[in-house]
């Protein structure tokens, strides 16, 4: 069974930075793809960054375009997300998502629905 286990969230001033982790267990193989999705109070969870995990190609919501920065370490089976230059707008809960299906492979990182394994969250709050 695959797990997902995302840490690092917390509370952070505008303009400063923080860094989420994912660390996953459970993989018979190797996912396509992993991406981090945020989810703010009365919104849609929405796609934020993406990794193809093969080789790897990153993928960027333009809302925080040369901000944000996903990246993985597969010795240790634990995706990233560095989040620097953070408004108060990146408020919410972020999620760490695995798609070992390849339904990622028609580009669309972005949706939901490509992503089979999620973990719990961990919110991040940016204050201004």
């Known amino acids: 069974q695959v797990q997902l286990v995302e840490s690092g969230g917390g509370s952070v001033q505008a303009g400063g930075s923080t860094r989420l982790s994912c660390a996953a267990s459970g993989y018979t193989s190797s996912p396509f793809c992993m991406g981090w999705f945020r989810q703010a109070p009365g919104k849609e969870r929405e796609g934020v960054a993406a990794?193809?995990?093969?080789?790897?190609?990153?993928y960027y919501a333009d809302s925080v375009k040369g901000r944000f920065t996903i990246s993985q370490d597969s010795s240790k089976n634990t995706l990233y997300l560095q989040m620097d230059s953070l408004k108060p707008e990146d408020t919410g809960m972020y999620y760490c998502?695995?798609?070992?299906?390849?339904?990622?492979?028609?580009?669309?990182?972005?949706?939901?629905?490509?992503?089979?394994?999620w973990g719990q969250g961990t919110q991040v709050t940016v204050s201004s």
């Open positions: 998502a695995a798609d070992t299906r390849g339904t990622t492979y028609g580009g669309n990182w972005w949706w939901v629905g490509s992503f089979g394994y």
């Open positions: 990794i193809y995990t093969g080789g790897g190609s990153t």
